[in-house]
T-cell receptor, first 120, second 113 residues
Framework: AQKVTQAQTEISVVEKEDVTLDCVYE???????LFWYKQPPSGELVFLIR??????QNEISGRYSWNFQKSTSSFNFTITASQVVDSAVYFC?????????????????FGQGTILTVHP | NAGVTQTPKFRVLKTGQSMTLLCAQD?????MYWYRQDPGMGLRLIHY???????AKGEVPDGYNVSRLKKQNFLLGLESAAPSQTSVYFC????????????FGPGTRLTVL
C-alpha cells in the first residue's frame, strides 16, 4: 500500500528564513506522481507542483524549490526567504497509476500535512 | 471561469437528518472526487467519478452516496447524518485520472450535532 509521511507536524520560522518541508513516500509501483498543495488559512487547496517518477530534475519556481530523490523516496519542498503569506498547511500527495481489468485508474494519497507559521 | 465551486459553504445538521452537497466544475474535466478532511488525518477520498453516469468508492465511502448525472456536477449525499461525519468536505476535479492534477473547490464545513 502506498503511504506518504510528513514527519514535521508544525514548523515556525521568522520572516526571511529558509524552510524545508519534508515528504517521504512509499510505493511499490515504478510509475507514480507526486504533488504538493498549499492550504492557506482561508481553507482552499492550492496546487503547487506535480512531478512524475521518471523526472528527477529539481524544480525552482520563484522562492519555491523541490528536491526529488528516488533513492531516498523523498520529495522535499523548500521556501527561500519565507514571507508571512507563506503561512499555511502544506500537503504532499502521491498518486499511483493502476490497472485493473483493462481499466486505468489512479489512487491519490495525502500526507497529514505540515503547518508552517512565518512570523514577522 | 469559476473552476470548482461547492454549495453550501457551511451547514449544521442534527443526527439522522439528510443533506446533499453540490459540486460544480466548468473546466470540462472527466474525473471528479469527494474528500473529507479531518484534523491530523489529511484528506481521504470518499467517492470519485470517472465520467458522467459513473461513480466508484474511495477510501471511506460508508455513510455516503454520490451521483454524476451531468458531467459538470458531482453530488454527495448523506442519508442519515452521524456526528462522525462532522468534517470539512472538498470536491475536486481533474482532466484525466487520479494521476493528473486535481483542482479543489473551497470546501464545505459540515457539523452534525
Amino acid at each position: 500500500a502506498q503511504k506518504v509521511t510528513q514527519a514535521q507536524t508544525e514548523i515556525s520560522v521568522v520572516e526571511k528564513e529558509d524552510v524545508t518541508l519534508d515528504c517521504v513516500y512509499e510505493t511499490r509501483d515504478t510509475t507514480y506522481y507526486l504533488f504538493w498543495y498549499k492550504q492557506p488559512p482561508s481553507g482552499e487547496l492550492v496546487f503547487l507542483i506535480r512531478r512524475n517518477s521518471f523526472d528527477e530534475q529539481n524544480e525552482i519556481s520563484g522562492r519555491y524549490s523541490w528536491n526529488f530523490q528516488k533513492s531516498t523516496s523523498s520529495f522535499n519542498f523548500t521556501i527561500t526567504a519565507s514571507q508571512v503569506v507563506d503561512s499555511a498547511v502544506y500537503f504532499c500527495a502521491l498518486s499511483e497509476s493502476l490497472n485493473a481489468g483493462g481499466t486505468s485508474y489512479g489512487k491519490l494519497t495525502f500526507g497529514q500535512g505540515t503547518i508552517l507559521t512565518v512570523h514577522p | 471561469n469559476a473552476g470548482v465551486t461547492q454549495t453550501p459553504k457551511f451547514r449544521v445538521l442534527k443526527t439522522g437528518q439528510s443533506m446533499t452537497l453540490l459540486c460544480a466544475q466548468d473546466m470540462n474535466h472527466e474525473y471528479m472526487y469527494w474528500y473529507r478532511q479531518d484534523p491530523g488525518m489529511g484528506l481521504r477520498l470518499i467517492h470519485y467519478s470517472v465520467g458522467e453516469g459513473t461513480t466508484a468508492k474511495g477510501e471511506v465511502p460508508d455513510g455516503y452516496n454520490v451521483s454524476r448525472l451531468k458531467k459538470q456536477n458531482f453530488l454527495l449525499g448523506l442519508e442519515s447524518a452521524a456526528p462522525s461525519q462532522t468534517s470539512v468536505y472538498f470536491c475536486a476535479s481533474s482532466l484525466i485520472d487520479l494521476t493528473d492534477t486535481q483542482y479543489f473547490g473551497p470546501g464545505t464545513r459540515l457539523t452534525v450535532l
